[in-house]
């Protein structure tokens, strides 16, 4: 008998032979190991495209998919429990593929989502009054905030739904703060990846070719609303806040550090948190090479959950500290925002 159980994340496999001839059982592992690892490479896979996601495929192929693979598990159970069962020993341990079944479907649908992203993306420009989000696009996909496993939950906090059961109760920094921000200060605006096969969750990317991604950068940040990011070093930081601060929106560029672990010691990040606040820190001070302008002063580590703002001479100030949900970011951001309005009116 081969036996599975699935008890949280991450999951353990519990396994009891009894006369199962050891072939049957490489030949199972061989075959569950197949059927996933084949769709993780298709999916995971990232070429480069050269234009906009407009030239992706459909997303409902991989819906349809999706749906059929969760349809498989009740469905084929139901037969076999019908029909008495299979004789065959590897016929008869067809259970065991549940958990990669349900995988599967997990990632079919995910990218389906996506793909419908990208379709909605595909007509989507540069727009004016909008939150910028700026960021190393090798770090999109960075935690940013441990969350919970139950959409319910998350969707009354505001953040991403991911279909993806491997990337539940843990969020980016965009799929964390994005409704929220659509929600409370207007639309949310990222340049996109050109690397990307599929945009990630969270935000609304335009994507802009190479050779001009810098002046509709400078574009985008003159007619913000607010710039957000995380601290985290990357390499076009420097030119990137350099644009900010000649396009005096530094008052209005927000730093936000993780929120702390749900419970003390889980998922701690201290560490790597303040190596990414020094990094940032670090390279923010140093002035870019194309512009006649000092660096920014950010200061010591406010620690977790920090929203950290610029004055007119690029030091830093903190506006709140230990937040914990989207909504407790985006509104000290808010009122600094309606502070800095009613200076200048």
Same mark, same amino acid.
């Given at each position: 008998m081969i036996t599975s159980s699935l008890s949280g994340a991450p999951f353990h496999l519990v396994v009891a032979m009894d006369d199962v001839p050891v072939r049957d059982i490489l030949l199972l592992t061989i075959v569950g190991g197949a059927?996933?690892?084949?769709?993780?490479? %298709?999916l995971t896979t990232r070429p480069r495209r050269s234009r906009t996601p407009g030239d992706r495929k459909s997303s409902m192929p991989f819906f349809t998919i999706g749906k059929a693979l969760t349809l498989a598990v009740p469905v084929g159970l139901g037969v076999i429990h019908l029909t008495g *069962?299979?004789?065959?020993?590897?016929?008869?341990?067809?259970?065991?593929?549940?958990?990669?079944? %349900?995988?599967?479907?997990?990632?079919?649908?995910?990218?389906?989502l996506r793909k419908r992203k990208a379709e909605e993306e595909r007509e989507v420009v540069l727009e004016t009054g909008a939150v910028v989000?700026?960021?190393?696009?090798?770090?999109?996909?960075?935690?940013?905030?441990?969350?919970?496993v139950n959409h319910k939950v998350n969707d009354e906090?505001? %953040?991403?739904?991911?279909?993806?059961?491997?990337?539940? *109760?843990?969020?980016?920094?965009?799929e964390f703060l994005e409704p929220t921000v659509k929600e409370l200060l *207007?639309?949310?605006?990222?340049?996109?990846?050109?690397?990307?096969?599929?945009?990630q969750h969270g935000g609304t990317a335009a994507y802009t070719p190479d050779k001009e991604w810098r002046e509709q950068f400078a574009s985008l940040v003159e007619n913000s609303l607010c710039v957000i990011t995380f601290p985290h070093p990357y390499r076009q930081l420097r030119y990137e806040?350099?644009?900010?601060?000649?396009?005096?929106a530094h008052r209005r560029l927000f730093l936000l550090t993780p929120p702390e672990p749900p419970f003390p010691g889980y998922g701690d990040k201290s560490d790597v948190h303040a190596q990414n606040w020094r990094g940032f820190a670090d390279?923010?001070?140093k002035p870019h090479q194309d512009f006649e302008l000092d660096g920014y002063n950010a200061g010591d580590d406010p620690g977790p959950g920090a929203v950290v703002t610029f004055d007119a001479d690029c030091k830093a100030i903190v506006l709140c500290q230990n937040a914990k949900t989207p909504s407790q970011y985006i509104s000290a951001i808010r009122s600094h925002l309606d502070a800095i309005k009613g200076a200048v009116s």
């Open positions: 059927v996933l690892a084949v769709p993780v490479l %298709i *069962g299979p004789q065959n020993v590897l016929e008869a341990q067809a259970h065991n593929l549940i958990l990669p079944f %349900i995988v599967l479907a997990s990632l079919f649908l995910d990218a389906a989000y700026i960021r190393g696009f090798h770090r999109e996909l960075d935690l940013f905030a441990y969350t919970s906090l505001g %953040i991403t739904y991911k279909p993806n059961r491997f990337r539940r *109760g843990r969020a980016s920094f965009a *207007g639309r949310w605006q990222q340049m996109g990846n050109l690397h990307d096969r599929l945009p806040l350099a644009v900010i601060e000649k396009a005096n390279e923010a001070a």
